[in-house]
T-cell receptor, first 116, second 120 residues
Framework: AQKITQTQPGMFVQEKEAVTLDCTYDTSDQSYGLFWYKQPSSGEMIFLIYQGSYDEQNATEGRYSLNFQKARKSANLVISASQLWDSAMYFC?????????????FGQGTELSVKP | GAVVSQHPSWVICKSGTSVKIECRSLDFQATTMFWYRQFPKQSLMLMAT?????????EQGVEKDKFLINHASLTLSTLTVTSAHPEDSSFYIC????????????????FGPGTRLTVL
C-alpha cells in the first residue's frame, strides 16, 4: 500500500532564509505523482508544486522547488527566502495510480513557523 | 486555478440532527470529487470518492449509512452527516479533480475552503 511520511511535526525558520521540509514515500508502482500543499490557519488547501515519477528534472514554482530523489523515495520541498506569510501547515501527498481514481494520500504534515 | 466552493463554511447543530454540506465546482466540470475529514493538527483523511452518476466509493472504516454522498451533477456533490453526534465534529473538505488539459498541466485536485461542523 502507498504511504507518505513527514517526520517533522514542526519547523522554525528565520525570515528570508531557506527551509527544507522532508517527505518520503513508499509505493510499488512505477507511475505516480507527488504534490505539496499549504494549509494556512483559514483551512483552505493551496496547491504548491507537483512532481511526476517520470519527470527527470526537479519541479520548481517560484520560491518553491521539489528535491526529488527517486531512488531514495524522497520528495522534499524547499522554500527559498521564507516570508512571514509562509507560516502554515504543509502537506506532502501522493496520487494513487489512475486505476484507483486518482485519490491523494497525505502525509502527517509539517507546521512551519517563520520568525521575523 | 479552478474554483471549488463549499457551503456552509461552518455549521453548529444539535446531536441527532442531519447536516448537508455542498461542494460545487464553479468553472469546470468534475466527474470525480473527494471528501476528506480533518481533525485539529492532523492530516486529511479521505472518506470517500464521489463519481458523477454512480455510487460513492468509501474508504475502509467510513460508515456509508452515516455519511451519505450524492454526486448528482458534474458540478455538485453533497455530503450528508446523518444523526450527527459530537464525535462527528470536524473540518470537512471536498476536492474536485480536473483532468489534464492544455490549461491544467496535470490531474490536479482543487480543494474547497472546507466546512467546520460542530455538533453539540
Amino acid at each position: 500500500a502507498q504511504k507518505i511520511t513527514q517526520t517533522q511535526p514542526g519547523m522554525f525558520v528565520q525570515e528570508k532564509e531557506a527551509v527544507t521540509l522532508d517527505c518520503t514515500y513508499d509505493t510499488s508502482d512505477q507511475s505516480y505523482g507527488l504534490f505539496w500543499y499549504k494549509q494556512p490557519s483559514s483551512g483552505e488547501m493551496i496547491f504548491l508544486i507537483y512532481q511526476g515519477s517520470y519527470d527527470e528534472q526537479n519541479a520548481t514554482e517560484g520560491r518553491y522547488s521539489l528535491n526529488f530523489q527517486k531512488a531514495r523515495k524522497s520528495a522534499n520541498l524547499v522554500i527559498s527566502a521564507s516570508q512571514l506569510w509562509d507560516s502554515a501547515m504543509y502537506f506532502c501527498a501522493m496520487r494513487d495510480p489512475y486505476n484507483q481514481g486518482g485519490k491523494l494520500i497525505f502525509g502527517q504534515g509539517t507546521e512551519l513557523s517563520v520568525k521575523p | 486555478g479552478a474554483v471549488v466552493s463549499q457551503h456552509p463554511s461552518w455549521v453548529i447543530c444539535k446531536s441527532g440532527t442531519s447536516v448537508k454540506i455542498e461542494c460545487r465546482s464553479l468553472d469546470f466540470q468534475a466527474t470525480t470529487m473527494f471528501w476528506y475529514r480533518q481533525f485539529p493538527k492532523q492530516s486529511l483523511m479521505l472518506m470517500a470518492t464521489s463519481n458523477e452518476g454512480s455510487k460513492a466509493t468509501y474508504e475502509q472504516g467510513v460508515e456509508k449509512d452515516k455519511f451519505l454522498i450524492n454526486h448528482a451533477s458534474l458540478t455538485l456533490s453533497t455530503l450528508t452527516v446523518t444523526s450527527a453526534h459530537p464525535e462527528d465534529s470536524s473540518f470537512y473538505i471536498c476536492s474536485a479533480r480536473v483532468l489534464a488539459t492544455s490549461v491544467y498541466r496535470y490531474n490536479e485536485q482543487f480543494f474547497g475552503p472546507g466546512t467546520r461542523l460542530t455538533v453539540l
